[in-house]
């Protein structure tokens, strides 16, 4: 526990594998909130696969955003239920320590972002395209 590996000396400055017990969330939040924190992931896991099915299958991105948080979230639930704790072991520079799990959940709500903003903009598009249509076809054109 606390240990680091560093496979390449050159990589030292950078970052570094470490091995580090986390009992609670994100950046070193709400420690020793294990129990609680494996309720939410299991809540939150539940209303991912609920709404997941309501999102087209042409929605790639969105639904690719849902399975890498849902992912992350199972993976750190597996770690709360079977430890008791996050095993943390990614270190780059003075960031705090996360692992693939924070990362896939991170990435997932960047992409989430995106996916969003995306389809935001194509409905705006298509509502202006229609009231343009619409205007074109009674003649009400400016």
Known sequence: MGKSWMPWAWLAPFARIVHWKN???????FQNASTVL????????????????????????????????????????????TLGYVVDFISVGTFPVFNVADSCITVGVGILLLAMWISENRAKKAAAETLQQ????TGDQE
């Open 134 to 137: 619409n205007n074109v076809g």
């Open 23 to 29: 009992t609670g969330a994100a950046f070193g939040l």
């Open 38 to 81: 494996a309720i939410l992931a299991v809540l939150i896991s539940i209303m991912v696969i609920a709404y997941y099915h309501h999102i087209p299958a042409e929605e790639k991105l969105m639904r690719t955003a849902l399975a890498m948080m849902l992912g992350g979230a199972i993976g750190n639930l597996i770690d709360r239920l």
